[in-house]
């Protein structure tokens, strides 16, 4: 929710509203560039639920990640990309996936991608995440992939990007 143009010294007198004690407003990195679309509870092609598994996956980071710097997180529930996946410094996109002969929620992770007057789409970097594993795994990435280091640098050099394993077997 955004609710612009309030004074600064109305602030604490509208965080006490009962709708907003549970909103806070100034959240941290992770949950200002959070994305979803509407995921299977609402899109009948949709393979996954996408909105409270951001906000459970958001909320480890918070907890687990300290500094985290500006970054864009999206998910898209199915090939459709209605989440904008591809555009997202991280994109999830949603699908099923075979882990240990059960079939479960997984994501394809996606990485690099931006809008604007040199558009890039983002690099598929993982397959097949289980989405029960996801947090985990994104907390070894969100710290090396920030806006700025997803790109190129300031002298035009890349910055590497750190390989990521992923065990389906845990």
């Given at each position: 929710m955004i609710v612009p143009n309030i004074p600064d010294r109305r602030i604490g007198s509208l965080v006490e509203e009962p709708l907003l004690r549970s909103l806070p407003y100034n959240a941290s990195e992770?949950?200002?560039?959070?994305?979803?679309?509407?995921?299977?509870d609402y899109c009948n092609l949709a393979v996954i639920e996408t909105k409270s598994r951001a906000l459970e996956v958001a909320q480890q980071l918070e907890q687990s990640l300290t500094g985290v710097k500006p970054i864009?997180?999206?998910?898209?529930?199915?090939?459709a990309g209605c989440g904008n996946h591809l555009v997202a410094d991280i994109g999830l996109l949603g699908k099923r996936a075979k882990v240990n002969g059960e079939?479960?929620?997984?994501?394809?992770?996606?990485?690099?991608?931006?809008?604007?007057?040199?558009?890039?789409?983002?690099?598929?970097?993982?397959?097949?995440?289980?989405?029960?594993?996801?947090?985990?795994v994104l907390e070894g990435l969100v710290p090396y992939h920030t806006r700025a280091k997803l790109h190129k640098t300031g002298r035009g050099k890349a910055v590497s990007r750190p390989q990521v394993e992923v065990s389906q077997n845990s």
């Open positions: 992770v949950f200002k560039g959070l994305v979803s679309c509407v995921g299977n864009t997180m999206h998910w898209s529930g199915c090939p079939v479960v929620e997984a994501v394809d992770v996606f990485v690099g991608g931006r809008t604007g007057p040199d558009p890039k789409p983002a690099l598929k970097i993982l397959e097949d995440v289980p989405c029960n594993k996801l947090a985990s």
